[in-house]
């Protein structure tokens, strides 16, 4: 690739974020859902965006999920073949990227992405991106010849530069003008110095791939502001002044960055602009830093850099406000949020997922399939502080209008009316949990009816429930969903179903399992018409009961322990993973999965305290729980 469209790629890691419903339609696409697997609390809370935007950005995109991950992260950081031509490049791809980005800018409409740096995003970046990456790799000529794969073969000169040695002439009366200029340096360039069609010869320049692709990356939301956006854009016009050609092109118009300031107070007289606040670190305009320089000085993460600058090479002319300093960890491999998350905990401190999305709000790449070589923040930008014991504020209870999906597994005794999980994490309390979910202790209790008076049976790594599902209003005027107070159609005149639009109905268009998101939905749609299911199968599920209620984790449908058994279930009527021997001298119901010690390398007997062994001490009379108990 030139040299000179160097500035006009995205970053070497991407685009910031994170940041994929139906089967595949063509035999070379696949269907994937770009936040699929996590939790939708988890994305709440890290984005800051209403489930009804959540909703609308995790539509399913019908295209190769590899190859549409790389468009979007920029194609010019990688290298492609027609093999990915073929497999990105569909219809189908196409028309699903183009809607899904229509849905968002209507579901999400203003909402924007939570920032750092005083400067938020809005919702529909993350669709936009994708959309600008399948638009620039896929270009073809009239011929049908792609023409990223040709721009791969062009070959450029660097801009035309002065000789360093230009003012030193042995006779000084031999130098040229400008040498008498003060402000002159040998890294001074005149406009025509810098002119494109200097740079290659005239076959590429004015080839049609060429002025296709210049222009296509002139109409990208990520074409450079200020002089050096307007120098390509003037470039342009020379090129085809040049190549004697007309074709059109208009820049982005709306910008994807919403910029925090505070505005002074404006008199008859006078106007003060904007005034740029800053809680992190200010930096001003200097010498030229690309992104992997402002991480490295600044000790930011890649995203937060890219979105701090506005420009996916992080150059800036403008002062800019990068978040406090953490810990960085390059990262290589592609892999997921959850291994990061994993990666990064330690024996005192478990990283939960939300911790580390909030650390990385920008984090570059889908959150299954992260870029390569970005920097990433493995601890809280400027720090934590280190309590010496857990303190959580009471919080008010939240509402929640629909039951949840809990994560495998689930503590016995767990509410099936539930609109809220969490995990029990190393140090959780019954209190501490009540506290931070803004119930009490009793309420806790009502919740998870298996909890012991004395907490002492708090199963680690196990979900329970912290929020009852909230009876939603009834809709008064055949308005529904979240953003209508949450009302629900059910019971109404107005009909059975909310659609994504928000209106009551009881046809396809309001039922349909793609468009209904609360009432009598149709849950045909998505599951099994042969038996196979989940991820290797386009996420169908066994909701057909012709083939049994689990779907297991080698993709099948079926009834019993074979599908349905812990460890061999991946979605559906999962059973618990509860009773069986002990794998680690844990036992009874104090312990998670209330294990027993019969038959188990650690001892015969399950105390009272939970642990096994073969004393007095474990089979005791008092002592002993279960197993050989004298």
């Known amino acids: 690739m030139p040299s000179i469209l160097g500035p006009l790629k995205r970053s070497e890691t991407g685009v910031a974020l994170i940041l994929q419903l139906s089967l595949a339609v063509l035999v070379q696409t696949a269907s994937f859902r770009l936040y699929d697997g996590i939790q939708p609390s988890y994305l709440e809370d890290a984005f800051g965006l209403s489930s009804q935007c959540l909703q609308a950005l995790n539509s399913t995109l019908n295209c190769d999920r590899k190859t549409a991950s790389n468009a979007a992260s920029g194609p010019d950081n990688f290298a492609w073949d027609t093999q990915n031509m073929t497999d990105l490049c569909t219809p189908a791809c196409h028309e699903s990227l183009t809607t899904w980005l229509s849905v968002v800018d209507i579901q999400c409409d203003s909402e924007t992405m939570i920032g750092s740096g005083g400067v938020n995003t809005l919702a529909k970046i993350v669709p936009t991106m994708w959309n600008d990456g399948y638009d620039l790799a896929c270009l073809q000529s009239s011929s049908s010849d792609w023409c990223y794969l040709e721009s791969q073969t062009w070959q450029g000169a660097d801009y035309i530069r002065y000789s360093p040695d230009a003012c030193d002439n042995a006779d000084a009366a031999d130098n040229p003008a400008y040498c008498e200029d003060p402000t002159w340096t040998s890294q001074n360039m005149t406009t025509d110095m810098m002119k494109i069609t200097k740079m290659y010869n005239e076959s590429t320049v004015c080839s049609e791939c060429f002025i296709k692709m210049w222009r296509q990356r002139l109409m990208s939301p990520n074409l450079p502001g200020g002089d050096f956006g307007q120098y390509l854009v003037n470039q342009y016009r020379d090129i085809q002044e040049h190549c004697s050609t007309s074709l059109p092109a208009t820049t982005y118009a709306t910008s994807l960055l919403v910029a925090t300031a505070t505005t002074a107070a ?326 998670a999965g209330n294990k027993t010690c019969t038959g188990t390398q650690f001892g015969s007997c399950c105390s009272v305290a939970g642990y096994c062994g073969s004393t007095a001490d474990y089979c005791g009379a008092g002592n002993c729980y279960s197993g050989a108990c004298e």
């Open 266 to 591: 404006t008199s008859a007289a006078t106007t003060t602009a904007a005034a740029f606040t800053c809680s992190g670190q200010l930096v001003l305009p200097g010498a030229i830093l690309y992104c992997n320089d402002l991480t490295d000085t600044y000790n930011v993460s890649t995203g937060a850099a890219i979105h701090a600058t506005g420009d996916t090479a992080c150059q800036f002319d403008k002062p800019i406000c990068l978040p406090l300093p953490c810990e960085l960890d390059t990262i290589y491999h592609f892999p997921s949020c959850e291994d990061l998350a994993a990666r990064y905990s330690t024996e005192d401190h478990n990283v939960t997922l939300t911790q580390f999305l909030s650390w990385n709000p920008y984090i570059q790449g889908s959150c299954g399939y992260l870029n390569a070589a970005q920097r990433v923040c493995t601890s809280a930008p400027g720090g934590t502080y280190n309590a010496t014991a857990a303190i959580y504020a009471p919080t008010a209870a939240g509402s929640y209008f629909t039951t949840a999906s809990p994560a495998q597994p689930t503590q016995p005794g767990a509410t099936t009316d539930c609109g809220l999980y969490y995990q029990v994490a190393s140090g959780d309390t019954c209190n501490s949990i009540a506290l931070r979910f803004g119930i009490t202790f009793s309420e806790l209790q009502q919740l998870n009816v298996d909890i012991t008076d004395t907490c002492s049976n708090l199963w680690l790594g196990y979900d329970i429930c912290v929020a009852p599902v909230t009876a939603a209003p009834l809709s008064t005027d055949g308005r529904c969903g979240p953003s209508f107070g949450h009302s629900t159609c059910t019971g109404t005149s107005f009909g059975d179903c909310c659609n994504l639009d928000g209106w009551c109905g009881s046809t396809f268009d309001y039922c349909g399992a793609d468009t209904c998101i609360s009432g009598s939905c149709d849950q045909a749609a998505g599951a099994t018409s042969d038996g196979t299911c989940g991820p290797d199968h386009g996420y169908t599920t066994c909701n057909n009961p012709s083939f049994g209620s689990c779907c297991s984790v080698y993709g099948y449908c079926g009834s019993g322990s074979d599908f349905c058994g812990a460890g061999k279930c991946y979605s559906g009527s999962c059973e618990a993973d509860v009773g069986g021997p002990s794998i680690n001298g844990e036992c009874g119901p104090n312990f």
